[in-house]
């Protein structure tokens, strides 16, 4: 079975502070991607990654940054963190060059900026 | 501009009863492909079915069926017999072939299947 693990469920940060959030998959796949979801918006793509060191921008990636230095890892970066980014985060992963193929999700980090 | 639509925002049943969420898109492409996900209350989405463009055939998987109709764009999926079990929020979506990479979600349908 595919495996997608988030560091945290659950993260309080207050304003102004460094965020990380921890992704990694134990498949092999080439293709990782953040999203985050809110009520009736659904979900949204923030940065994706095709390979190590690799990444694009998704729809919504202002305020955010990634880092991929191992295909297994995919990191999001809040730089400074605001209360507009209080939001579930969702991680996930895929095999293929290109988004015709599932993807695989973590549980989730519920993230509360304060 | 790709689109997918999810009319329906909350859905409540009673179990037994049969239910069908629907999806509408809209897309440029001739090559494409929609996907279902299911989000149970733990919160990780999971995957259910995937189906390209040039196959139109519905597909059954146990209490599970998906009705694929390109002239009107829909995707809709139907649980016959629902279950407590089924209680979540249900996603559809939509990705371009051809190399392109984003996946194009819905707002979501969340359903209640009450005992």
């Known amino acids: 079975d595919v495996k997608v693990t988030q560091s945290s469920r659950y993260l309080v940060k207050r304003t102004g502070e460094k965020v990380f959030l921890e992704c990694v998959q134990d498949m092999d796949h080439e293709n990782m991607f953040w999203y985050r979801q809110d009520p009736g918006l659904g979900l949204r793509l923030i940065y994706f990654s095709y390979d190590v060191k690799m990444k694009e921008k998704g729809d919504i990636p202002e305020g955010y940054s990634v880092s991929r230095e191992k295909k297994e890892r995919f990191s999001l970066i809040l730089e400074s963190a605001s209360t507009n980014q209080t939001s579930m985060y969702l991680c996930a992963s895929s095999t293929g060059r290109d988004s015709s193929y599932e993807q695989y999700f973590g549980p989730g980090t519920r993230l509360t900026v304060t | 501009a790709q689109k997918v639509t999810q009319a329906q925002t909350e859905i409540s049943v009673v179990e037994k009863e049969d239910v069908t969420l629907d999806c509408v898109y809209e897309t440029r492409d001739t090559t494409y492909y929609l996907f279902w996900y299911k989000q149970p209350p733990s919160g990780e989405l999971v995957f259910l079915i995937r189906?390209?463009?040039?196959?139109?055939q519905n597909e059954i998987s146990g209490r599970y069926s998906w009705n694929f109709q390109k002239s009107t764009s829909s995707f809709n999926f139907t649980i016959t017999a629902s279950q407590v079990v089924d209680s979540a929020v249900y996603f559809c979506?939509?990705?371009?072939?051809?190399?392109?990479?984003?996946?194009?979600f819905g707002t979501g349908t969340r359903l209640q299947v009450f005992p």
């Open positions: 189906r390209n463009s040039f196959d139109e």
């Open positions: 979506a939509l990705s371009e072939g051809g190399g392109t990479d984003k996946l194009i």
